[in-house]
């Protein structure tokens, strides 16, 4: 598993492989020592030696497993990169990214609408290590190069924005950020590498939470930092090994699992989407929807431009935080609960769930009002979707 390609092979056998065939057979390879189809879930510690410094390249499970392998195999496949190395959760890969990346006396510029526990993480812990941090509207590129310094090493950018749906032009931004010598990191978590693929924009480092489409089954937490340079990959590995919130074997075979549908997910995913956005912007109870499939979304051509879809994620307005109430209450096909990506149709409350650490004062900085749901639809019949918001939406 996870071995290199021979180099033979006619020409069509050379041809790169399709996102699909990526998802199902990229690092997935059958085990070679038993034929077993699905890659297997290698449950160990540590790993026998033959004699003092021979071995298989497994030596601990921290350093390294071979579930591990073929998961970091197959995501960097997919988003393009030449590394990709797992973590414990998305915010442990956040952790990873500071840790290698920054010092003390660097400054990190982080989008100011992103998930709600990486500024909480950034301002609550890296800032007490003397890292300093810049809040901006990275959608607005003036912005962006005027909070640029002289010690600024990373830009991180989140792209559709939670829960606003705001999108930053991943280009600009990457010129941005290299002219003034720092790096790029891009939360690919909402879109997955099915519709936007950040590094081949110019992003330096992709993260995910591969808790939500990745896996797309919400039953395992989980993040990873895809890269392509060579100095990214070595740091990334050696933090694994160092500071050790790794993602254990049995949650990689978990994401192994999910993203051999990633495609088909990602389809149906978008195609509900478009369904839900569309009947909620009709119903006369809903005040607005967040949404970049519509044409009169203020960056719809970016979206065209950079996305292959929309996705399912969609906020929309329903006008006071006791009519999101009456309405939450009321739903059954969809799942009251935190989280995004699953097949299943996942809807939130962002004001008190994802972005509660934000405070009052910073959601309203950022135009998040107590009335905004946001939904994550999933791949259910999307008819018994829109019944089910139907009925809910009546309790207003
Ligand atoms: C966009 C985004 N990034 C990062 C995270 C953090 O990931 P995790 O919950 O796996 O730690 C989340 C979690 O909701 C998220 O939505």
Known sequence: MAKKKSSGGS???EKKIGFSTTC??????PDPSTGAVVVPIFATSTYVQEELGKNKGYEYARVSNPTRTCLETNLAALEGGTSAHVFASGMAAVTAVTQCFLKQGDHLICGHNVYGGVPRYFNQVMANYGVEFSY????????VKKAMRRNTRILWV???????????????????AHDGGAELVVDNTFMS???????????DMVMHSTTKFLNGHSDGLGGVIAATKPIHAEKLAFMQKTSGAILSPFECWLVLRGVKSLAVRMVKHDENGREVAEYLRGHRKVKQVLYPGFSDHPQHALAKKQMTGFGSMITFETGSLSNAKKMLAK????????????VETLISHPATMTHAALGE???????????????????EDVDDLLADLDQA????
């Open 11 to 13: 020409k069509r056998t």
């Open 361 to 379: 004062k910073g959601r309203k900085q950022i135009g998040l009002t107590d009335g905004m749901v946001r939904i994550s639809v999933g791949i």
């Open 393 to 396: 939406l009546a309790a207003i």
């Open 158 to 176: 989140e792209t559709p924005t939670n829960p606003l749906m705001v999108l930053t032009d991943i280009k600009e931004v990457a010129r941005i």
């Open 24 to 29: 199902i057979h990229t690092g997935q390879e």
């Open 331 to 342: 739903v059954r096909v969809c799942t009251l609960a935190e989280s995004l990506g699953g």
């Open 136 to 143: 901006v509207d990275t959608s607005d590129l003036d912005a």
């Open 193 to 203: 590498p099915y519709f936007q693929r950040p590094l081949a924009l110019g992003a």
